[in-house]
């Protein structure tokens, strides 16, 4: 098959385009600069507002997996551009191509979008691509961790330091990125069924069985410290101020992270006849420490 790919340079993007070509498929890859060669590889340089760039992208293809969109922003604007605009493109994109396999990666915090910017943004996506006329599938990730990840390297970071600085209690869920970038490649070839699926290792936790999870990882015991929300939010102030527009923890996301329940819903879990994950959290968790020692991140 050929696959239309949007972030295939971003964490879960790039998994998804290697567990792509490992399956015999060409993948045609959407990237704002230009891109090493690759076998299988047809890099289409644009972004996400290039309409000339994304009906190239999607013409011939037989599936398109819309991964590509926007964690953090500075206002409603910026993740209104990147999430909802962004998507529409690709989805009018697609539509003018004649092409009806859509699979779109949204969050689990599309399910809260009073909460955060990102989460109504988010939803917002996820309406544009219900109210077309594709075959879609929605997939609604937890956290998201594995080799190549980024965003969650201060939490190691700070594990291999014996501390954990939590969100105020609640349960949430968690996915290595191979087993998300599976069902992704599944759904491509598969079609879409008109679902939203929300999708996670199989269990949920609690944010210091998580934290816990990585302190063991890491070779650690963690003291495990919830803070309260308004602490949370004064925590992301001052990351803001500290790191710019490279702060991890804003405002915005400290909103979401203070909801008490970020568990995948079991109802809405893929039928195990199509999916289930096969990493479990611990070996998921080494294998992301052996990545950072590797590359001297951790």
């Not at 993740?79 to 092409?99: E, K, M, P, Q, S």
Request: proline share 7%; net charge positive; charged share 25%.
């Amino acid at each position: 098959m050929l696959i239309a790919l949007t972030g295939a340079t971003g964490f879960v993007g790039r998994r998804t385009l290697d567990l792509l070509l490992a399956r015999a498929h060409e993948v045609r890859a959407l990237a704002r600069r230009p891109q090493e060669a690759r076998d299988g590889v047809t890099w289409v340089t644009g972004a996400l507002d290039d309409g000339p760039a994304l009906l190239a992208l999607v013409v011939g293809a037989d599936a398109v997996v819309h991964i590509a969109g926007v964690v953090n922003a500075p206002d409603r604007a910026g993740f209104a551009a990147g999430n909802i605009n962004g998507t529409r493109a690709v989805v009018d994109a697609a539509a003018r191509a004649g092409l009806r396999r859509f699979v779109h990666v949204s969050s689990l915090a599309a399910r809260e979008p009073g909460l955060s910017l990102y989460g109504w943004s988010k939803a917002e996506a996820e309406r544009v691509v219900t109210e077309s006329d594709l075959n879609w599938t929605i997939v609604r990730p937890p956290a998201v961790y594995g080799p190549g990840d980024l965003e969650q390297l201060d939490v190691f970071r700070l594990a291999k330091l014996r501390l954990a600085l939590l969100p105020p209690p609640g349960r949430m869920s968690a996915i290595m990125v191979d087993d998300l970038a599976a069902l992704l490649v599944i759904l491509a070839e598969r079609g879409g069924l008109r679902t939203v699926y929300e999708v996670d290792d199989g269990r949920a936790i609690t944010h210091a069985d998580y934290a816990r999870a990585i302190g063991r990882a890491v070779g650690r015991r963690v003291l495990t410290l919830p803070l309260p929300a308004p602490l949370l939010r004064f925590g992301a102030r001052l990351d803001r101020l500290a790191r710019g527009p490279r702060a991890k923890l804003t405002p915005d996301r400290a909103a979401y992270m203070a909801h008490p329940d970020w568990a995948a819903d079991p109802a809405k879990r893929p039928p195990p006849e199509l999916w289930t994950p096969r990493i479990a959290l611990d070996a998921g968790l080494a294998e992301t420490v052996r990545w950072y020692r590797a590359q001297g991140l951790l």
